[in-house]
């Protein structure tokens, strides 16, 4: 098992590009199994979670030719209609290969995702959606079995705004007949990635990222070349690094319109932030001011740069509140922020984060994606040398960090963990 080793205190400054947006090019990349020849899509991540999904496609028999930043996929060959467990037990992302399968072939076999470090992580609002559209789902040896004879539209209402949930019902209703709406649908901007995609390839498709999608049904789609949106999770996580080494950060090929809750969050922190179309730059304060944050779905507060604000929390001026209200247990990088000194008190869904001076380097251990992002953010701050290990969580979704964080002019690097 790899770790990374950072040096802290170092102040970072310079410009880093955006990777494309895993969590667009995720449902983009299941989408094609929809069919309709060849699919050229690029702006790709080189990360695990991408190498997983384009594993899972020709598991099921897709061709799938990935040069770099590009892939060229053709789902025509397609003979296998189940995920197995193997594979989708390392990225619950797959499930979302169920609604592209269901909606060409009838049928879908698809490992239950189960839980993972921050939460149960249920698709019951994946399964009752399929259902409205005319699917069975039988559940049984912890697989997900749905059949169809044809996928009919039909007005969904989500009980919650579901991402994924979302994506798998759009690409159902896709192929079905007649007009399906989905009702308080997720908002996020991968959303609307998906359904620009899809729309280029002949699917009828309005309203995604509104809350309210309309889609009508069509016979076939066709293929199309496309380049995935830049990586808004991955663009605040190096901000936030600008913030905590008190340094001048720009993020370019970016889309600073999504990251407007952050923006405003930094912004209340003391930070300079400096925006053009496509390129966010940050100069950091001083000292940074303490400040309560709560997570919602977009376009309210990303979940997924919650760790990575209690990092720069631990070393505000004051104390601050972080509510985690989308995940039932996002704090498993609490104990190893501790580790490093940082004062925190969780209760529920509440952690309270009193600021301290300085946090200290020290071994620490990634539980998920994000929590590896959040110490990656603690160790540039602190003081002394800070191992990470399990770093496999980090390479899931950001691409080349070591590489980006060095040109920033931090002090990082990889090796083999000795145990
Ligand atoms: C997506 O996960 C993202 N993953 C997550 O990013 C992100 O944290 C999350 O959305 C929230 O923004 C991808 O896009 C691949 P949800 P998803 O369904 O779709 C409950 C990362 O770091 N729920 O929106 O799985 C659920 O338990 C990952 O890249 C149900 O109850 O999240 C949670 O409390 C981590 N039943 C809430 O909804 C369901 O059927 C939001 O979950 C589905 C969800």
């Known amino acids: 098992m790899t770790r990374i080793t950072i040096t802290g205190r170092r102040q970072l400054t310079g410009q880093v590009r955006a990777a494309g947006a895993k969590n667009a090019a995720l449902p983009i990349l299941a989408s ?43 789902t025509d060959t397609v003979q296998s209609l189940e995920a197995p467990y193997d594979l989708v037990k390392t990225m619950r992302a797959s499930v979302l290969v169920l609604g592209p399968l269901l909606a060409r072939f009838g049928e879908a076999i698809v490992s239950l995702p189960g839980g993972c470090a921050i939460g149960p992580r249920p698709v019951n609002l994946h399964l009752d959606g399929f259902k409205k559209l005319g699917a069975t789902i039988e559940l049984a040896h912890g697989y997900i079995r749905a059949h169809t004879t044809g996928l009919k539209g039909q007005r969904i209402d989500l009980e919650t705004p579901t991402v994924t949930g979302t994506e798998n019902l759009i690409m159902a209703a896709c192929l079905a007949k007649g007009t399906t709406i989905i009702n308080n649908a997720a908002m996020e901007p991968e959303i609307e990635d998906l359904a620009n995609f899809l729309n280029t390839r002949g699917a009828n498709i309005m309203g995604a990222a ?120 996002r704090y498993l990088h609490v104990p190893e922020l501790q580790r490093m000194g940082a004062s925190i008190t969780v209760d529920g869904s509440r952690a309270v984060v009193k600021g301290v001076p300085q946090l200290t380097g020290a071994q620490v251990m990634a539980s998920d994606l994000r929590a590896s992002a959040g110490l990656v953010l603690a160790a540039l701050a602190a003081e002394g040398e800070t191992q990470i290990t399990r770093v496999y969580h980090l390479e899931r979704g950001y691409e080349r960090i070591e590489d980006k964080l060095q040109g920033l002019g931090a002090i990082v690097h990889r090796e083999p963990a000795s145990a």
């Open 210 to 329: 509104t809350g309210r999608i309309m889609i009508e049904g069509v016979s076939q789609l066709h293929g199309a070349e496309y380049t995935v949106m830049p990586d808004r999770i991955e663009t605040g996580t190096y901000l936030i690094a600008g913030m905590v080494t008190g340094g001048d950060v720009e993020v370019h090929h970016c889309i600073p319109g999504h990251l407007d809750s952050l923006i405003s969050k930094l912004r209340e922190c003391g930070a300079e932030v400096h925006e053009t179309t496509d390129s966010i730059r940050i100069k950091a304060p001083k000292r940074i001011q303490a400040l309560d944050v709560q997570t919602f779905p977009y376009p309210g507060f990303p979940t997924d740069l919650q760790a990575q604000m209690m990092a720069m929390m631990s070393v505000a001026d004051g104390t601050s509140v972080i509510t985690e209200n989308v995940f039932e247990s």
């Open 32 to 74: 094609t199994l929809l069919g309709g020849g060849d699919c050229q899509i690029t702006n790709l991540p080189q990360v695990r979670d991408v190498a997983t999904m384009n594993t899972l496609l020709s598991l099921l028999g897709a061709s799938v030719k990935q040069d770099g930043n590009k892939v060229v996929i053709n």
